[in-house]
């Protein structure tokens, strides 16, 4: 089995989408992460959701956790508001998770030991044009559980 045949079609966000929207995404769709696109439509960054909650908490809760406790529903509530007029962009780290990227003739152990390797929840299937044609086109999206549903024969 190739990578081809285990990618899957898997939500995108663009860097100028709105944050508060990519997190509606991640909790609807409950992913581990969108793959976020660059201009060129190539894979640019991995968003992890932990990222986007990281950026709800406030830092000096952060910094000391049992400040958590104190602080009351009302204002828990309105955390989100954090993420409100932001753009994906101003979401990613510093240090952008680049997203893990497969060739579509990646053998499942290549694709299994890219995502060890990166600690990436997801790999990214990426045709690559040639120089005449140009470009790249994602294929699909293979998730760590989805890839674990394959190794492990679950129906």
């Given at each position: 089995?190739?990578?081809?045949?285990?990618?899957?079609?898997?939500?995108?966000?663009?860097?100028?989408?709105?944050?508060?929207?990519?997190?509606r995404l991640?909790?609807?769709?409950?992913?581990?992460?969108?793959?976020?696109?660059?201009?060129?439509?190539?894979?640019?960054?991995?968003?992890?959701?932990?990222?986007?909650?990281?950026?709800?908490?406030?830092?000096?809760?952060?910094?000391?956790?049992?400040?958590?406790?104190?602080?009351?529903?009302?204002?828990?509530?309105?955390?989100?508001?954090?993420?409100?007029?932001?753009?994906?962009?101003?979401?990613?780290?510093?240090?952008?998770?680049?997203?893990?990227?497969?060739?579509?003739?990646?053998?499942?152990?290549?694709?299994?030991?890219?995502?060890?390797?990166?600690?990436?929840?997801?790999?990214?299937?990426?045709?690559?044009?040639?120089?005449?044609?140009?470009?790249?086109?994602?294929?699909?999206?293979?998730?760590?559980?989805?890839?674990l549903?394959?190794?492990?024969?679950?129906?």
């Amino acid at each position: 089995m190739r990578a081809r045949d285990l990618a899957v079609e898997y939500p995108s966000v663009s860097l100028d989408s709105d944050a508060l929207d990519a997190a509606r995404l991640l909790a609807e769709q409950r992913l581990p992460g969108v793959l976020v696109m660059g201009d060129d439509g190539e894979p640019y960054a991995l968003l992890p959701a932990s990222r986007l909650v990281k950026l709800l908490v406030p830092g000096y809760v952060i910094e000391d956790p049992t400040l958590a406790a104190v602080v009351d529903e009302p204002h828990a509530d309105r955390m989100c508001e954090a993420l409100a007029g932001r753009r994906v962009a101003d979401c990613l780290a510093k240090e952008r998770q680049k997203p893990s990227v497969a060739d579509p003739d990646d053998t499942v152990l290549e694709v299994a030991a890219l995502m060890a390797r990166d600690r990436s929840p997801l790999v990214a299937v990426v045709e690559r044009g040639s120089r005449k044609r140009g470009g790249s086109r994602l294929l699909g999206v293979i998730t760590a559980a989805h890839l674990l549903e394959r190794l492990l024969g679950v129906t």
